[in-house]
């Protein structure tokens, strides 16, 4: 007998946000306690993903705005999303 358990698409990305807010922390905490080195290096090396110019404002004389998104990525992040799409699987 098959169940058919559907998320709602909000639901999901929900928990992959919380997911990378997790593995923010995580990445913050470890770098505080591993010393300099290979294995700090490795965790926490980040590369910026997004679409948009970081540095660059666009002025319409009334208002003055930028636009992007940027996500760091890095091994604990990816640690802290698989780890809640874990308990988004194991919840259901």
């Not at 946000?17 to 470890?30: D, P």
């Not at 636009?67 to 308990?87: D, K």
């Amino acid at each position: 007998m098959a169940v058919n358990n559907n998320r709602p698409v909000l639901v999901i990305f929900l928990i992959l946000f919380f997911g990378c807010i997790v593995g923010t922390a995580l990445s913050q905490l470890l770098g505080a306690i591993l010393p300099e080195g290979v294995v700090k290096d490795f965790f926490l090396n980040s590369t910026e993903l997004g679409w948009g110019n970081s540095n660059e404002w666009i002025d319409l004389n009334i208002i003055k705005f930028k636009t992007g998104f940027y996500i760091n990525v890095s091994v604990i992040s990816l640690m802290g999303m698989m780890i809640s799409w874990y308990f988004l699987r194991y919840f259901r």
